[in-house]
């Protein structure tokens, strides 16, 4: 029997089941809030359950057990210390603006303190959960469902007639997911409400400022900025936020100087006090913090004072920075407006989840209004009904008495009268009293009310206008009876305040740079040398040591392959092989020079780099790579310049494949390839010759390679004048070539043979680099020697043959690369 009970399945497919219903039980049941009432399911049962108990704010407060007892019995078989701990939050005025519950006893502290046990705390419903959460919930406002054993039926929702998950606030942890919503003021939701009701097409720019921020019960400041403009526009965003605090004179004790001192009164939302004094203790212990004499806290029941006591030599200004910077007195909220809609966990802006609560809104009153309308047509019978059977006194009498026993009285009067069965049961009922002229009189005003009553809501039931404007007036008295002055208040320029303390904590890259670059003379130049040395010189260093001048093939100094005036701030970026690029921080070399591995992000180490780029200011400029393979592709720019500081991979490469050249490529300019064996391929740069291209992708294939041919290199010209190109070979000949002679062609053709190569030595030779310019034109050797030739001193070879260089080399020395001067 055992065996056959027993059914093979996979793991994968168990576990992948389990875990995903386990993952929805705790979305859906558990941690998240739903966008219409703005409560978890522990939330609401706790709220229904005290319902039920009649624990109204007119009654006496009753027993945290008790209430925490019925919700596990009837509604939420989970653990009691967690309905306590949530039930807890529900009371505490630091947490919550606007409570729902209102506690008697110890419930916590902004100290984080912890509460006292359930048997010790009372409770009972505030009066805003009694009037704008439950007041409908017996109107069939609401679908009601079973509970966990289905002998109770607990509500799906709760009619509230406000947004609480925005007035009050929500954070919970799911399975992927998180909710973190600030609180708000009542006033400015039910503005931002009725604006939107009367104008559903609201943006998003007004609504924000009918709402400008959140409004913490804990007071203090919001710095309004991006991170409040991502949050209402997109759901998710960092809210700067600080504590309130000034300073003034205090006399510390009798016969002693007045000293002046921080005074904090109010903390940012969910910051213990306690654990905010101890760890600023430990930061002044340290030596982070200087200029503080003594900490107090001074708080009493009459609100927050914690003393800062400053030493009389301290700027008492300076400190107060300190403090906002070094410590959490000014932090930020992380804002996930995530809530459950129909069902499903939606990130949502302000403006949607206002929208989703008003559509509910409209649902509920006309749930309510079709209750009433359906009692008062109830009633209104029955009425009609007593009326009728007054107006026929003596034969309603008659026929009672006639009848042998209630059934027979029932019929007689429904086929006598034409009535319903309800009517007749009334009528059976009605007492004596009902005869007299004056009940008569106030019957038949009651049938005129429901008569009124029943056209008046058949009307707002038939337009929706009138409804609306209902809505409205609901809202406009639950803002007259629970609203308040905000307590948080609105600081303009939080991103510059934020960025400084972020600066101070913890400087990022460009924060420094930016030190760096202010602490030169901006009368240097920058030099990047062929052997990767980066240094800052003045003009006068530059000079002497001729660096822009030409030289014999000797082992000087390296050339500059890079000379550029400081104060333009020029961006230089550097490609490595492996196809990675990365910006280079030489504002750093004022400090201390070296190689240009001291200058670039980590992630680039042993990677050889093929080309220094100077970065023109316009971003709609494209990126050319050409690998060793032949293949070509464009990549644009502002990519490049969106990287931040960190090292980016721009081009996938092969196993075997290297990147040979990166080029600054330009709108309606010309690019011209060269491979080792004098072949040259001239394309014009569109989209159709040189795609641009993601990231990873390889790029078409632009030259094809014949057998043992290899790739020498690229060089993109941006306009008509400069049409030279300078072709170093490896036995050290050089050449200037006017390329204007070279036709041009499309992708994959064989182009020309812009230069013949002639043997020099036995070996035979071959292209080993390409360049442009007018400048300088630099050679470096394998033996370490280098030489600077005069760009326009070299003789334009007509006749293409590459024959006109005398740079005697020594044995086994060749050609390694060739570079243009940038300045």
């Known amino acids: 029997m055992a065996k056959e009970r027993l059914k093979p399945i996979s793991l994968h497919q168990e576990m992948q089941r389990s875990y995903l219903e386990y993952a929805m039980s705790v979305i859906v049941g558990r941690a998240l809030p739903d966008a219409r009432d703005g409560l978890k399911p522990v939330q609401r049962r706790i709220l229904f359950a005290m319902h039920e108990l009649g624990l109204t704010p007119d009654r006496p407060y009753r027993k945290c057990a008790r209430v925490v007892g019925d919700v596990l019995g009837k509604y939420h078989p989970h653990g009691d210390q967690a309905v306590y701990d949530a039930l807890v939050r529900l009371v505490q005025d630091f947490a919550s603006r606007y409570p729902v519950l209102d506690g008697h006893g110890n419930f916590g502290s902004v100290d984080d303190d912890p509460p006292a046990a359930m048997r010790y705390t009372e409770t009972r419903l505030a009066p805003i959960a009694h009037e704008a959460l439950l007041d409908e919930i017996g109107e069939n406002t609401v679908d009601f469902n079973p509970n966990f054993d289905g002998s109770q039926q607990e509500p799906s929702v709760l009619p509230a007639q406000l947004p609480f998950l925005l007035l009050n606030g929500c954070s919970g942890i799911a399975v992927g997911m998180a909710t973190s919503i600030p609180p708000h003021n009542l006033n400015e939701l039910v503005n931002g409400l009725i604006a939107l009701i009367q104008k559903p097409e609201l943006s998003d720019e007004k609504l924000a400022e009918i709402i400008p921020g959140p409004d913490f019960p804990t007071g203090g400041e919001v710095l309004k900025g991006s991170g409040l403009r991502e949050t209402y526009l997109r759901g998710k965003g960092s809210i700067p936020m600080r504590g309130l605090a000034h300073i003034e004179e205090v006399q510390p004790g009798k016969g002693r100087h007045k000293r002046r001192a921080v005074v904090v009164t109010e903390l940012p939302y969910q910051l213990s006090k306690a654990g905010w004094i101890e760890k600023l203790a430990d930061q002044v212990n340290e030596g982070k913090i200087g200029g503080i004499a003594d900490i107090r806290d001074e708080s009493d029941r009459d609100g927050m004072r914690i003393l800062v006591e400053l030493r009389r030599d301290v700027d008492a200004d300076k400190v107060l920075k300190d403090l906002h910077r070094k410590t959490s007195l000014q932090s930020n909220f992380g804002a996930i407006m995530l809530a459950l809609v129909n069902g499903q966990p939606k990130q949502l802006s302000l403006k949607l989840l206002l929208q989703t ?53 029932r019929a007689k009067l429904i086929v006598h009268l034409e009535i319903t069965e309800k009517q007749a049961d009334a009528i059976l009922a009605m007492p004596l009293r009902r005869l007299t002229g004056l009940e008569q009189k106030t019957l038949r005003e009651e049938s005129k009310n429901l008569d009124l009553k029943r056209k008046e809501l058949k009307s707002l039931l038939d337009n929706r206008d009138q409804l609306l404007k209902k809505i409205i007036e609901e809202l406009k008295a639950l803002k007259k009876k629970f609203g308040n002055p905000r307590k948080t208040r609105l600081i303009e320029g939080g991103d510059e305040l934020l960025a400084e303390k972020t600066a101070s904590q913890r400087p990022n890259t460009e924060l420094q740079r930016q030190q760096a670059f202010e602490a030169l003379n901006k009368d240097g130049k920058i030099i990047i040398q062929a052997d990767r040395q980066v240094k800052i010189v003045s003009p006068q260093t530059l000079g002497r040591l001729h660096l822009d001048q030409e030289s014999s093939l000797n082992n000087e100094i390296s050339p500059a392959e890079i000379i550029l005036s400081i104060e333009s701030k020029p961006r230089l970026l550097a490609v490595t092989e492996n196809g990675r690029v990365a910006l280079i921080r030489w504002e750093f070399a004022g400090q201390q020079p070296g190689t240009i591995d001291k200058f670039l992000p980590g992630g680039l180490e042993g990677e050889k780099i093929v080309k220094i780029l100077s970065l023109p200011l316009d971003q709609k400029l494209t990126l050319g790579l050409l690998s060793s393979d032949g293949r070509f592709k464009r990549l644009p720019l502002d990519e490049i310049l969106e990287m931040s500081g960190r090292a980016s991979t721009v081009l996938k490469l092969k196993k075997g494949i290297l990147l040979k050249s990166a080029i600054i490529c330009y709108p309606k300019s010309e690019i011209i390839i060269v491979s080792d064996i004098g072949r040259m391929l001239k394309l014009s740069v569109n989209d159709k010759n040189l795609p ?132």
């Open 692 to 823: 641009i291209m993601g990231k990873l992708a390889q790029g078409p294939t632009t030259m094809r390679l014949l057998p043992n041919e290899n790739i020498a290199g690229a060089v993109a010209y941006q306009n008509q004048e400069h049409k030279t190109l300078f072709i170093a070979s490896e036995n050290g000949l050089l050449a200037k070539l006017d390329i204007s002679h070279i036709r041009s062609t499309t992708r994959g053709s064989l182009g020309d043979i812009g230069i013949e190569i002639k043997e020099k030595t036995s070996q035979f030779d071959k292209i080993i680099d390409v360049a442009d310019g007018e400048t300088l034109i630099s050679l470096t050797t394998s033996a370490g020697r280098n030489t600077r030739v005069n760009a326009k001193n070299i003789i334009l070879d007509t006749s293409q043959k590459l024959n006109i260089s005398n740079l005697e080399l020594r044995d086994q020395e060749v050609i390694e690369k060739i570079y243009t001067l940038i300045n």
């Open 357 to 409: 609560f008003v559509e509910y809104r409209e649902l509920t009153v006309v749930r309510r209004i079709q209750f009433s309308l359906t009692k008062t047509e109830e009633r209104l019978k029955v009425v009609n009904g007593l009326i009728k059977a007054l107006n026929n006194l003596k034969e309603v009498i008659n026929l009672i008495q006639d009848a042998p026993e209630v059934g027979a009285a």
